[in-house]
């Protein structure tokens, strides 16, 4: 059994078998979230798709805090480890077992600089996100815009969760196309409506997926569970 918790913005927590982990944990200053850093439950890992302030977030403290281990791409990876923290460095097509779950990292597009890296030595590539716990893989597509890479997951995802806000990543269109590419059993749509200009309508996302998969919305603090 997995459990999908959205806490705003792009910010998921996964739990399975006794295990939890977040995935891009912007919590303080995100006007979207339901949950306040103290509030939140101990993680075993902190996944992130890219170093922007709006998903890196609170990745170090809540990673010092519970002993948790970041996992990134190496340049990012090592920005946080320069923060105190612990990291599990990787990259783009690599995967690496790990006590919680398996984890891939796949291609996106967007930008790859580090919140906080004054130097940009540790600019880095973002990346997708395809964790499996519980039996059950779900592709965090991060921040990026439609690729044709996409198309390389089909029928390998049970959840995807993408974005609809446009403006910094794909709009409502592109993202009910992300879904004919990947072929998941659900979707969960993320990153919109954060700030007006992210504003999407997660109905009108719903209507142009067209029963091609489940769209679930939820709202900040609200869960999805797969059996």
Same mark, same amino acid.
């Given at each position: 059994?997995?459990?999908?918790? =959205?806490?705003?913005?792009?910010? =998921?927590?996964?739990?399975?078998?006794?295990?939890? +982990? &977040?995935?891009?944990? %912007? &919590?303080?200053?995100?006007?979207?979230?339901?949950?306040?850093?103290?509030?939140?439950?101990?993680?075993?890992? +902190?996944?992130?798709?890219?170093?922007?302030?709006?998903?890196?977030?609170?990745? !170090?403290? &809540?990673?010092?805090?519970?002993?948790?281990t970041i996992v990134a791409t190496f340049e990012l990876a090592k920005f946080c480890e320069k923060q105190g923290a612990v990291a599990h460095a990787m990259h783009i097509g690599g995967a690496h077992q %790990?006590?919680?779950?398996?984890?891939?990292l796949v291609p996106a597009f967007h930008g790859g600089q580090i919140e906080g890296d004054d130097t940009g030595r540790y600019t880095t590539n973002p990346c997708g996100i395809v964790a499996t716990l519980?039996?059950?893989? +779900? @592709?965090?597509?991060? $921040? #990026?815009?439609?690729?044709?890479?996409? *198309?390389?997951?089909?029928? *390998?995802? $049970?959840?995807?969760?993408?974005?609809?806000?446009?403006? @910094? #990543?794909?709009? &409502?269109?592109?993202?009910?196309?992300? !879904?004919? =590419?990947?072929? /998941?059993?659900? +979707?969960? /749509?993320?990153? @919109?409506?954060?700030?007006?200009?992210?504003?999407?309508?997660?109905?009108? =996302?719903?209507? *142009? !997926?067209?029963?091609?998969?489940?769209? !679930?919305?939820?709202? /900040?603090? *609200?869960?999805?569970?797969?059996?």
């Amino acid at each position: 059994m997995l459990k999908i918790t =959205f806490h705003g913005h792009a910010c =998921f927590v996964l739990e399975a078998d006794g295990r939890r +982990v &977040i995935i891009d944990p %912007f &919590i303080t200053g995100n006007p979207a979230t339901d949950v306040s850093l103290d509030r939140l439950p101990k993680v075993d890992a +902190v996944l992130l798709s890219h170093g922007h302030g709006d998903h890196l977030g609170d990745a !170090v403290p &809540i990673a010092r805090r519970d002993a948790a281990t970041i996992v990134a791409t190496f340049e990012l990876a090592k920005f946080c480890e320069k923060q105190g923290a612990v990291a599990h460095a990787m990259h783009i097509g690599g995967a690496h077992q %790990f006590p919680f779950g398996r984890v891939k990292l796949v291609p996106a597009f967007h930008g790859g600089q580090i919140e906080g890296d004054d130097t940009g030595r540790y600019t880095t590539n973002p990346c997708g996100i395809v964790a499996t716990l519980g039996g059950r893989a +779900v @592709y965090h597509t991060g $921040d #990026t815009a439609l690729t044709l890479e996409m *198309q390389l997951l089909a029928g *390998q995802v $049970d959840v995807l969760l993408c974005p609809i806000g446009d403006n @910094y #990543t794909m709009g &409502i269109e592109d993202a009910a196309r992300a !879904v004919e =590419f990947v072929k /998941p059993r659900t +979707v969960i /749509p993320m990153h @919109y409506g954060t700030w007006d200009v992210i504003a999407a309508d997660p109905e009108a =996302f719903k209507r *142009q !997926v067209a029963g091609r998969a489940e769209v !679930v919305v939820l709202k /900040p603090g *609200q869960s999805h569970t797969l059996a």
